[in-house]
């Protein structure tokens, strides 16, 4: 599907297989960006870069096309944004008859095609898919500046907790 966007031409497409290399790049530049703003202590306990991205570049090929789905915005030609989806099959609830649940995951735009509308266009594909699959739920964990755009698409906080490793 190709979209107008701010006077540039925009390409919406499935991820294939020959993008995963992208699909690993554009992770580890988003965790890059998460990272900077998060506490020095934190990010002090981060992996090995290279280690990061053997072990993302592995889980891709191991997920992809399964249960772990991947559309593109390319911009003059090159992929540009990224956004996925992560199927869960969950116990079936009454909120969530059918149990299919999608994860919205490695939502990124390269800096200088930030503000154009990727990310938006992305998020609306990825949402429909899941819709026409027929989930009920669909999350995803939110940056700072992630935050705007997915509450401007309804996305609300729910009421799961988490814990995480200290």
Known sequence: MTVQLDNARVLIRPATAADQATLVEFRLAMLTDLFRHKASTEAARLVDPGTLREANGRWIGEHFGRDFVAWMADLDGRPAATAGLLWFAHPPGPAN?????????????????????????????????????????????????????????????????QLTPE
Do not use: K
């Open 97 to 161: 008859p059918g149990g299919l649940e999608a994860y919205i995951l490695n939502v990124y735009t390269r800096p200088e095609a930030r503000r154009m509308g990727l990310a938006r266009a992305l998020m609306e594909r990825v949402v429909a898919q899941a819709r026409a699959a027929g989930v009920r739920r669909i999350w995803l964990r939110a940056s700072a500046e992630g935050r705007p755009l997915y509450e401007s698409m309804g996305f609300r906080t729910g009421d799961y907790l």
